[in-house]
């Protein structure tokens, strides 16, 4: 089964920053690309979601990018807020399989 | 609309035991998942349903098994609970090609 490589394992930002998270796949059979966000004790949630016909989505603060050549996707959280410390997992769309996780700190 | 609903929310089993997780979905969702999630890691696929009747293994799955006889449940079955069993386990369902619902997870303790 595919694995998906998830970078980088932890990320600690000042408020504001613009933290980035990457995710690199093998195959290019998927066509459905999304980012959950966890917060301790709860289950992952549905942040933001990207297609391939499409190079970027933006949903707020928060941006997919998609390079579809080099088989990677981005999350990119804009003016990060500490209410946005969680941890940030991609997916393989018809996969089912998580990427490790990526721990991020906004701090004030 | 309660979305996904898995019980019971604890649970401590004592080794050898066996016990079911439960997990219901009201969305109609035709794909089901089961997830565990060991402290500070990734979510692993254990089983999964793309519909009543079907159900196909994970990366997992050892120790586990599971049922779909209905649209809305997806019982995840454990025989001779294990210590490596202790995990937080999530229930997830999609629409084909969607993104998931998570339910809120079960926190199992094997002793």
């Known amino acids: 089964q595919q694995q998906v490589k998830q970078s980088p394992q932890s990320l600690i930002v000042q408020k504001g920053g613009i933290p980035i998270i990457n995710c690199a796949y093998e195959?290019?059979?998927?066509?459905?690309f999304p980012w959950y966000q966890q917060f301790p004790g709860k289950g992952p949630a549905l942040l933001i979601a990207?297609?391939?016909?499409?190079s970027e989505k933006k949903e707020g603060r928060f941006t997919i990018s998609f390079n579809k050549s080099a088989k990677q996707f981005s999350l990119h959280i804009m003016d990060s807020q500490p209410g946005d410390s969680a941890t940030y997992f991609c997916v393989l769309g018809q996969n089912f399989v998580f990427g490790p996780g990526t721990r991020l700190s906004v701090l004030p | 609309n309660a979305g996904v609903t898995q019980t019971p929310k604890f649970r401590i089993l004592k080794i050898g035991q066996s016990m079911t997780l439960q997990c219901t979905q009201d969305?109609?969702?035709?794909?089901m998942y089961w997830y565990r999630q060991d402290p500070g890691m990734g979510l692993k696929l254990i089983y999964y349903?793309?519909?009543?009747?079907?159900?196909d293994k994970g990366e997992v799955p050892n120790g586990y098994n599971v049922s779909r006889s209905t649209t809305e449940d997806f019982p995840l079955r454990l025989e001779l609970a294990a210590p490596s069993q202790t995990s937080v386990y999530f229930c997830?369902?999609?629409?084909?090609?969607?993104?998931?619902?998570f339910g809120s997870g079960t926190r199992l303790t094997v002793v």
């Open positions: 997830a369902s999609s629409w084909e090609g969607g993104g998931y619902t």
């Open positions: 990207i297609r391939p016909d499409v």
């Open positions: 969305m109609n969702h035709n794909y």
């Open positions: 349903s793309v519909g009543a009747g079907i159900t």
């Open positions: 195959n290019t059979a998927f066509d459905y």
